[in-house]
C-alpha cells in the first residue's frame, strides 16, 4: 500500500505562484512515475504533469512553460512548481503513481483568486 502526503497549496493573486510538495511511503517510490493531479467539484481528476522514474518530465497543455516538475527520490518526494498561476488552475491537487492507483492522499488546494 501507498501512502501519499500532499502539502504547500493556498490562496494565491493570478500570476502568482506556488510549491506543492507529495511524500510518499514505501519503497516504490524510485521505481515509478509520478504525476500530480488535480479536480474541480463536477469533473474528473486529470493528470497535469508527471515524472518517469529517471526524471524525465511531461506535461498537460494547459500547463505546459508554468508547471515544472521534480522528485528527490532520497526524499521520496515529488514537487510542482506553479508559476502564472490563472483562476482555471484552481482545484484540490493530488500525487500519485502513475498509473494512477487506488491509493490517493488527502490533496491539497490551490485556489487562485484577486
Not at 522514474?53 to 508554468?66: H, L, Q
Not at 491509493?103 to 490551490?110: A, C, D, F, L, S
Request: aromatic share 10%; glycine share 10%.
Amino acid at each position: 500500500q501507498v501512502q501519499l502526503v500532499e502539502s504547500g497549496g493556498g490562496l494565491v493573486q493570478p500570476g502568482g505562484s506556488l510549491r506543492l510538495s507529495c511524500a510518499a511511503s514505501g519503497s516504490i517510490f524510485a521505481i515509478n512515475a509520478m504525476g500530480w493531479y488535480r479536480q474541480v467539484p463536477g469533473n474528473q481528476r486529470e493528470l497535469v504533469a508527471w515524472i518517469t522514474s529517471v526524471g524525465r518530465p511531461n506535461y498537460a497543455d494547459s500547463v505546459k512553460g508554468r508547471f515544472t516538475i521534480s522528485r528527490d527520490n532520497a526524499k521520496n518526494t515529488v514537487y510542482l512548481q506553479m508559476n502564472s498561476l490563472k483562476p482555471e488552475d484552481t482545484a484540490v491537487y493530488y500525487c500519485n503513481l502513475v498509473p494512477r492507483t487506488p491509493y490517493w492522499g488527502q490533496g491539497t488546494q490551490v485556489t487562485v483568486s484577486s
